[in-house]
């Protein structure tokens, strides 16, 4: 069964500066899809990044990145100037590439990290 | 932007009661899941649904717990006999097809089973 791990429970990170939250998995698979999820405090899960495991090249959206290492097993997330509004709790997820036979899929989460922004 | 609505956004029952908790999908959406969060555990999946039919469902996801689209509008989740270790963050999630967008959450329901 797949696994991920969120090592950090809490990070802080001055505004403007730029802050890593770090994710690992474990899994069997080969071909496979990678999520950073955020959680404000209005609880509504946002899509921030996602990566196919079978693309080389980093993911990148605006101010955040992911550091995709595939053999490590490791896939963590960089929030670049950061800003108050990235304040939240993000949570790291798995989605094998298999579907089920009606086409839905599940996500398995990390336990989360809780990212405080100080002005 | 579109969005998933869950109502309410706090419920309080007594231990042995039934409950429902409701969402509205986005409006062209498929799919259609529940996930729960445990207040400082992970979040975790419990069901999934597609054309009025349980696709898939975790070992959490047992007799107690059913699904419906009642209206073609409203997914709910019934509990039908809490207990005090269903009180959690509970999760709608929808989306269009079976494409890498991801799911679309709704801010989620807490449920607090007294």
């Known amino acids: 069964a797949q696994t991920v791990t969120q090592s950090q429970p809490e990070m802080s990170v001055q505004e403007a500066e730029t802050v890593t939250l770090s994710c690992t998995y474990d899994t069997s698979e080969s071909d496979y899809y990678l999520f950073w999820y955020k959680q404000p405090p209005s609880r509504q899960m946002i899509l921030v990044i996602r990566?196919?495991?079978?693309?080389?090249q980093n993911a990148t959206e605006n101010r955040f990145s992911v550091n995709f290492q595939k053999a490590a097993k490791s896939f963590s997330l960089k929030i670049s100037d950061s800003q108050l509004g990235d304040a939240a709790m993000y949570f790291c997820?798995?989605?094998?590439?298999?579907?089920?036979?009606?086409?839905?899929?599940?996500?398995?989460f990390g336990t989360g990290t809780r990212l405080k922004v100080l002005a | 932007e579109p969005e998933v609505t869950q109502t309410p956004s706090h419920q309080v029952t007594q231990m042995g009661q039934e409950v429902i908790l409701r969402c509205v999908p986005i409006?062209?959406?498929?799919?259609f899941y529940w996930y729960r969060q445990i207040l400082g555990q992970k979040v975790e999946f419990l069901v999934s649904?597609?054309?009025?039919?349980?696709?898939?469902k975790s070992e959490i996801f047992d007799d107690q717990f059913s699904v419906e689209r009642p209206d073609g509008s409203n997914f709910t989740l019934k509990i039908r006999s809490t207990k005090l270790e269903d009180s959690a963050m509970y999760f709608c999630?929808?989306?269009?097809?079976?494409?890498?967008?991801?799911?679309?959450f709704g801010s989620g329901t807490r449920l607090t089973v007294v």
């Open positions: 649904f597609y054309n009025n039919e349980i696709s898939e």
């Open positions: 997820a798995y989605r094998s590439s298999g579907l089920s036979t009606s086409g839905t899929y599940k996500y398995i």
């Open positions: 999630a929808s989306s269009a097809g079976r494409a890498l967008g991801g799911y679309t």
């Open positions: 409006s062209n959406h498929l799919y």
């Open positions: 990566q196919e495991a079978y693309k080389q």
